[in-house]
């Protein structure tokens, strides 16, 4: 492409072709080593476009140089596409906005599923408040929950906050401070098990041949979420101290950060999780719900519920409730509760100090609300669910 077919344009550092304008400017002497001769990079057919283009490049090329000893490269083609004005549409902001945040991306997903469906995927800017309250009144109809209902208001809260951020929209967040009618009337306070129902759960889990309902003996003696053991590899297990490490991995994230945690194993636990290992040449304790894009744990809760609510009419969940109240009625500290079931603290700023409890005070709290139950052994082959 020969210089005459540009003409020099009335945009400083600029010349145009066909409509098209470029940023053209001879580079400095420092900098040519890191630069070459001349820099050419497209800016824009709109000149008011390329006018603020060129200046903005040309501030930071001005920068980048300014320094003959210590000339910083940059990928000028790269810095122009980062002056282009992001996508307005609510599904690609929306994309971005999940890439960009390290969280559990299915409640951000559900709810923007559920919106788009009764909205349309449009430019972020054309989103009113009407739309917002179609989509509660849509949700509700459907028959969700007032505390579903405020989950999902909550995340495309959260998505348009960030829209409105990074694309310097000047606009009230449709979602903000909506109401729903009769919200947490509908609640219901979650069941819990006693006694004598964790033992026969026990009993049931560790005599019998299905492997998933081995998650009852391990979720009931370790207070863990559901997804946490279902997202277990072997080697968060250590054997040897008896200990049930839970960290994040590439299948499954943790909720909160202060669910990374360790936690020492009861003996009931212990043959659960030996039991369930055995089963399985995998690096997996649970491979049927592990997928390439990701830790299927709802399948999981799924192919469990029907057990455990024809049993007790009381879900997986139940267990994690159980276990604190089995804490608190032991009279172990809150802090050593919310370090044993990953809860964020409630209590005041001075909690977060330090590093915690010791696996030997946990294990101390552990042994006063273990539960022992003795089986059968198991002369039946174990098969995954």
């Known amino acids: 492409m020969s210089s005459e077919q540009f003409t020099v344009s009335h945009i400083q550092y600029t010349i145009c072709r066909s409509g098209s304008y470029y940023y053209n400017r001879r580079v ?4 040519v080593g890191a630069y070459g001769p001349f820099i050419r990079v497209a800016l824009s057919r709109c000149p008011t476009e390329a006018q603020s283009y060129a200046e903005r490049l040309s501030y930071v090329l001005e920068g980048a140089w300014r320094d003959p000893q210590a000339v910083q490269p940059l990928d000028v083609a790269l810095v122009v596409e980062g002056f282009r004005p992001k996508s307005y549409v609510l599904s690609e902001i929306a994309e971005e906005y999940l890439s ?20 349309g995927d449009r430019g972020v800017r ?48 449709p979602f903000s401070r909506l109401l729903i009618q009769g919200e947490g009337q509908d609640s219901k306070t979650r069941g819990t098990f006693t006694t004598d129902q964790l033992l026969s759960g026990y009993e049931q889990a560790l005599a019998g041949s299905n492997t998933l309902r081995l998650l ?46 360790s936690i020492p194993l009861t003996p009931t636990a212990l043959k659960a999780l030996k039991l369930v290992t055995s089963g399985t040449d995998s690096d997996w304790l649970f491979p049927r719900y592990i997928k390439e894009d990701g830790c299927y744990a709802t399948h999981a809760s799924n192919a469990l519920r029907g057990w455990m609510h024809r049993e007790w009419g009381l879900t997986a969940h139940s267990l994690r409730h159980t276990f604190r109240d089995r804490l608190r009625a032991a009279e172990v500290p809150v802090e050593v509760i919310d370090q044993l079931g990953g809860w964020s603290s409630g209590l005041n700023a001075g909690s977060k100090y330090g590093a915690g409890y010791s696996m030997e005070h946990l294990r101390k709290f552990m042994d006063r609300v273990a539960l022992s139950c003795e089986t059968p052994s198991v002369t039946q082959s174990l098969v995954s669910l």
């Open 216 to 261: 009852f003996p391990i979720l009931g003696e370790t207070g863990c979420r559901l997804a946490e053991v279902v997202g277990l590899m072997k080697s968060d297990i250590n054997w040897h101290d008896q200990i049930l490490h839970i960290r994040p991995n590439d299948k499954r994230r943790l909720k909160t950060p202060s669910s990374e945690r």
């Open 28 to 31: 400095p002497k420092q900098a």
């Open 126 to 173: 054309d989103y009113r408040r009407e739309d917002a309250k179609f989509f509660v009144h849509h949700l509700t109809k459907r028959g969700k929950k007032t505390a579903t209902v405020r989950r999902r208001i909550n995340s495309m809260s959260a998505i348009l906050n960030y829209a409105y951020s990074e694309l310097d929209v000047d606009k009230r967040n």
């Open 100 to 119: 960009l945040r390290d969280i559990n991306e299915r409640p951000s997903r559900l709810a923007l599923a559920a919106f788009l469906a009764v909205a």
